[in-house]
């Protein structure tokens, strides 16, 4: 098996609705304890941990027993409100249970438009990181409505992972092969996650996607095991952030 060089600090993690919810559309509260568990452990280790979490609108939806995503941007941002208390409740149950403590950052896009609160957004992680406190950010998809009613194909995350070890060019080749959401509680898919490697590989950073079925996984991507598709250019790349596939 070959091993990948790692030399970093700071991890960031992105988990996708349609890990964090089953196919009948009740939560998966394996995945959200394994999560907790598998992050903790790395902040124990000294890494500095960030989570990047969807599942607003999936969580409230289970909540609420609707089973099909409503098409009405305000039905979507209400399940959205309903969703994200009822995620946050989730992580700090199984968070506490680790001894870790979490902070709740909810951002639309027009913050990092602005150089002055992106640079408050930034400050605020550090400040977090730095009191040993693990941030969690999700988009505020009560007001955002970017993110809200994309119609997009299926795709295939995990032939990816299993077929690709490592890219160093998203080309656009590539970007036509990928499709979106693979469920009805999703909405990014195969795309977002691969214009999401080129906006870090262009900042000089690596990505690592792999399946988010169970969040352990990134154990063993941080111990340098060749698992996932791994995003960067270089041979021996350094990982800035592991994606969890929807």
């Not at 795709?155 to 080309?171: E, R």
Request: charged content about 20%; some cysteine.
């Amino acid at each position: 098996m070959v091993k990948r060089m790692l030399h970093c600090k700071r991890l960031v993690v992105k988990i996708g609705t349609s890990s964090l919810i089953h196919q009948n559309g009740k939560v998966n509260l394996q995945t959200i304890d394994r999560l907790a568990y598998t992050l903790t452990a790395l902040t124990n280790q000294g890494y500095e941990l960030v989570l990047v979490t969807s599942g607003a609108i999936g969580v409230g939806m289970a909540k609420l027993g609707v089973t099909l995503r409503p098409a009405e941007i305000a039905q979507q941002q209400a399940l959205a409100a309903i969703g994200q208390s009822e995620l946050m409740t989730l992580y700090t149950q199984r968070f506490s249970d680790y001894g870790a403590k979490i902070g709740q950052l909810l951002l639309t896009h027009d913050v990092f438009d602005y150089p002055q609160t992106r640079q408050h957004v930034l400050d605020t992680i550090n400040a977090l990181l730095k009191r040993q406190v693990m941030p969690i950010i999700n988009e505020n998809d009560s007001v955002a409505v970017d993110e809200l009613d994309h119609r997009t194909t299926f795709g295939d995350n995990d032939q990816l992972s299993a077929l690709i070890p490592a890219i160093t060019h998203v080309s656009a080749k590539v970007l036509a092969g990928a499709g979106g959401s693979s469920t009805r509680f999703g909405t990014g898919g195969m795309v977002t996650k691969l214009k999401a490697a080129q906006v870090m590989m262009r900042a000089g950073k690596h990505m690592v996607l792999t399946s988010g079925r169970d969040p352990r996984i990134i154990l063993r991507v941080v111990a340098g095991e060749s698992v996932g598709t791994w995003f960067g250019a270089e041979l021996e790349p350094v990982p800035s952030e592991v994606h969890a596939a929807n």
